[in-house]
Structures are given as C-alpha cells and as structure tokens.
C-alpha cells in the first residue's frame, strides 16, 4: 500500500494546471468536444515551432495551435522551447544571450529530415499571421518571463499591432507575469500553468484546465472535480488512441498532442 501511495505521489507530481480566463480565444471552448490542439506546431510532421509545422497543422483543420516563445537578446520574441538553440537548430547558445540576426541565419529543420533544411526559427509575428489567416487559436506557451523584463510589452504589442486578441492564448508558469500581461491588456487571454500537485482546486473564473494525461488516469475523479468547478479539461501530450479514447470517456474536453490528424480523425463515440 506504501508503493503505491509513493508511486501516486510521483506521478501526480507530473501533472501541470493550465487555468485560461474566459473572453478572447475561449469563445471558442463551446465547440462540440473533444476538440483537437497540436502541440508546438505540428510535431509529428514538421520540425517543433516552425512555420511549417504550423501551417501544417493549420492545413489539417486546426483550430488550436500551441507554441512555444522566447525573447532574444535585442527584443525579438521567437517559437523556441528551450532555453538553448542547441537542440533544434545548428547553433548554439542562451536565446536571451543571442541577438536576432544570428537566431535568423540557423537552420531549425535539418535536426528534424533533410527536407525541412533550411528551415528558419520564426518570430512571434510570423505565427500570428498564419493563425489570424486561418481564424485559428495560437495558444502561446512564454518560457522564462521573470529573467526578461520587457517580454510582456513586447508580446502585448505584437498582439495588438496584428489585433489578435481574439486569436491567442497566452500560458506561462509565472502567475505574476500573467497577472502583469493582463494589467497590460485585460482583453488578451491568459493561463497558468502549475507544476506542483493540488488537492484543492485553484479558485479562478478561468475556462480550462490542462492537466497531464497519466495524472488524469491516475485520479480519475479529476475530471469530475474541475467540471463541477465550470473548468473544461484538456490532457496533453497524448499520442495514443487508446488513450485518448479512454480519457474522453472520462469527459475530457481536449486532447493537445504531437499527432494532429491521427487524434482529428479519431472516433470517440
């Protein structure tokens, strides 16, 4: 019984809570479910937080497109989850160490195929058009905010100048950031991510929860309890049809995963 009580703690460790406030981009929430997010871009077809990968997945019908943004060393907000350019592009370095025009000259594709090479690492301007043009949703994942200070006027400006309220969902780990991004622009929607397990729920007006698939699986009372605090659920990152079949018998709302289509085109009833 120890086991298994250690085993549950680990794993609820794992799970992470995504609270989106209502207005902008939820709007879209009272879509028939289960509704489909790709994750950075379209992960399973093009390289992570491309420009091809998010007109892939655009192509593919989505109406959720998740990535990942940083800010370089002179103020240009890129799609990049790591700290480092090391993995997924041929340079090296911190982003926030890097300036633009040396994170522009690398190649963030060949990692992935041959036929991706060449690819560029985009700015955030770039993703919001291709989203604005398919009258998608960017949910944008900001990496790091405390150790760049400009980071949130710069994103509320990027946001604006496009008038992509409505198109965007902004998630960070730093409540403080967001509550700073929202003084900002109380029109742009925003969500916190937790990384440390709750018992009790967070107290929000907030539309979603974003919970770890093997945590929801793990409790699954907790599906239940974030409906019956008005939250819709989505699971993330589920590549397994059995798996998200399981999970929106549960009464899950939303599946984000590397494998867009295959998870589209999945028969849940």
Do not use: C
């Amino acid at each position: 019984m120890r086991i298994d009580r250690v085993a549950f703690a680990f794993v609820f460790t794992l799970a992470a809570l995504t609270s989106i406030s209502a207005g902008g981009a939820a709007a879209r929430l009272s879509e028939e479910t289960p509704i489909t997010i790709a994750h950075r871009g379209y992960a399973a077809v093009a390289p992570e937080n491309t420009l091809s990968g998010i007109e892939a997945a655009l192509r593919a019908g989505a109406d959720y497109v998740e990535v990942d943004v940083q800010m370089t060393a002179d103020g240009e907000i890129v799609l990049m989850h790591d700290r480092t350019v090391d993995r997924t592009t041929d340079g090296t370095g911190k982003v926030s160490a890097l300036d633009w025009e040396y994170v522009a000259s690398l190649d963030a594709g060949s990692w992935f195929s041959g036929e991706h090479t060449g690819e560029q690492v985009p700015r955030i301007s770039q993703a919001l058009e291709s989203v604005m043009e398919a009258d998608a949703t960017l949910a944008i994942e900001v990496k790091h905010p405390s150790r760049q200070s400009d980071l949130a006027e710069a994103l509320v400006e990027a946001i604006r100048y496009r008038k992509a309220e409505q198109n965007v969902i902004v998630l960070s780990f730093d409540r403080r950031w967001l509550r700073r991004l929202r003084d900002l622009d109380p029109g742009i929607t925003t969500g916190d991510l937790w990384v440390r397990p709750r018992v009790l729920l967070p107290k929000s007006e907030s539309a979603v929860a974003s919970v770890h698939w093997l945590s929801l699986i793990v409790d699954p009372t907790a599906v239940w309890r974030l409906h019956r605090r008005g939250f819709r659920v989505w699971a993330w990152t589920v590549n397994s049809p059995g798996i998200a079949r399981l999970l929106v018998r549960m009464g899950v709302d939303g599946i984000t995963t590397d494998e867009f289509e295959l998870m589209q085109n999945l028969e849940y009833r």
